[in-house]
Nanobody
Framework: QVQLVESGGGLVQAGGSLTLSCTAS????????MGWFRQAPGKEREFVAA????????YYSDSVKGRFTISKDNAKNTMYLQMGSVKPDDTGVYYC??????????????????WGQGTQVTASS
């Protein structure tokens, strides 16, 4: 089992910045990838960004590309999401997730078996 714990959510003004963290523990392997997803009230959970645990490959949704940066600290088993130029549409519960690299697609939430509890991000206009 893999346990994921997010932190760093909160209230941010439009145009501001916020950094989320996600720390993994348990049976977490280098052959995994990790991702961030978000869910706004009444909407489907959507892909935000993903990163391979080995190497430097990163992936972003079109809605956050150029504004958000995903990164990791392998020594700390921690992934980050630096959110910049935040917009009110970025509001939602942000979840981190982990999956074996062979398991499906990086941008499909149903392919991730492990999830954190979520952290609320509210961007005010």
């Amino acid at each position: 089992q893999v346990q994921l714990v997010e932190s760093g959510g909160g209230l941010v003004q439009a145009g501001g910045s916020l950094t989320l963290s996600c720390t993994a523990s348990g049976r977490f392997f280098s052959s995994y990838s990790m991702g961030w997803f978000r869910q706004a009230p009444g909407k489907e959970r959507e892909f935000v960004a993903a990163i391979l645990w080995v190497g430097h490959m990163t992936y972003y949704s079109d809605s956050v590309k150029g504004r958000f940066t995903i990164s990791k600290d392998n020594a700390k088993n921690t992934m980050y999401l630096q959110m910049g130029s935040v917009k009110p549409d970025d509001t939602g519960v942000y979840y981190c997730a982990a999956r074996p690299n062979y398991a499906g697609n990086y941008d499909r939430h149903t392919d991730y078996p492990y999830w954190g509890q979520g952290t609320q991000v509210t961007a005010s206009s």
